[in-house]
């Protein structure tokens, strides 16, 4: 069946393969960074941002203060809202798999919970969201339970993220052949590096969210169509 735990798992496998070079990457190098083992993976199921707990490794081996914390991690899990906005009408009734389903809402699991047809989404939500965590985490376990041992064995595992997340996108674009959040981002990118050289992605992100602001009815009716199209 298409709605059951089966189905979402085969749905969310590629998921997985970008998720355990990540999570592993990220488990080794938190923990070569001196992070806490506990600490390293409460982060999987609390923060649910792999881009903000990589960000947390330099802040944690520099002793930054929380408010920097706070601020950097917030600008960059500000994407999340538009995702839950854009969910909340396909969350489960029950209130526990309702909050387990937004809280647990990543940008792969969105990304393929976006391309299903509209009657798809509120029985596949949970268990996508269920299942993006639980690889997150157990990935990261590996990471920690490795090490940096075999940090010069496997070179640039840290690189597994942005290419999941540009697979994913390049399958978006060709299911739903929508240009416009590929152009924001990249206008975002490139006005971000003419500003700074430190804090691209951050600057990046508020710049994109800025240009969203901007572009309600663009995305309005953008978002029509391609639910339109999913019917």
Aim: hydrophobic share 50%.
């Amino acid at each position: 069946m298409e709605n059951s735990w089966k189905y979402a798992i085969k749905l969310t496998t590629p998921i997985f393969m970008g998720y355990f070079a990540a999570g592993v990457a990220y488990g080794m190098l938190a923990t070569n960074a001196g992070m806490p083992a506990w600490f390293t993976i409460a982060m999987c199921f609390t923060v649910i941002s792999g881009t903000a707990q990589y960000a947390a490794i330099p802040f944690f081996v520099s002793g930054a203060g929380a408010i920097s914390v706070f601020l950097s991690t917030l600008l960059m899990s500000l994407r999340f809202s538009f995702y839950t906005l854009n969910m909340m009408e396909h969350k489960p009734k029950s209130r526990f798999k309702g909050i387990v389903s937004i809280a647990g809402l990543t940008d792969e699991g969105f990304a393929v919970l976006s391309t299903l047809p509209k009657e798809q989404r509120q029985s596949l939500i949970f268990k996508v969201s269920t299942l993006c965590v639980t690889y997150w985490t157990f990935s990261t376990i590996v990471g920690v339970l490795i090490g940096d041992s075999a940090a010069n064995y496997i070179p640039h595992l840290d690189f597994a993220l942005p290419c999941l997340f540009a697979i994913l996108a390049y399958e978006q674009y060709k299911n739903q052949k929508q240009w416009k959040p590929i152009f924001i981002a990249l206008s975002g990118f490139l006005l971000a590096r003419q500003i700074t050289e430190t804090s691209v992605l951050l600057v990046a992100i508020v710049v994109a969210i800025i240009i969203v602001a901007f572009l309600p009815q663009s995305f309005s009716k953008t978002t029509k169509g391609v639910e339109n199209e999913s019917k």
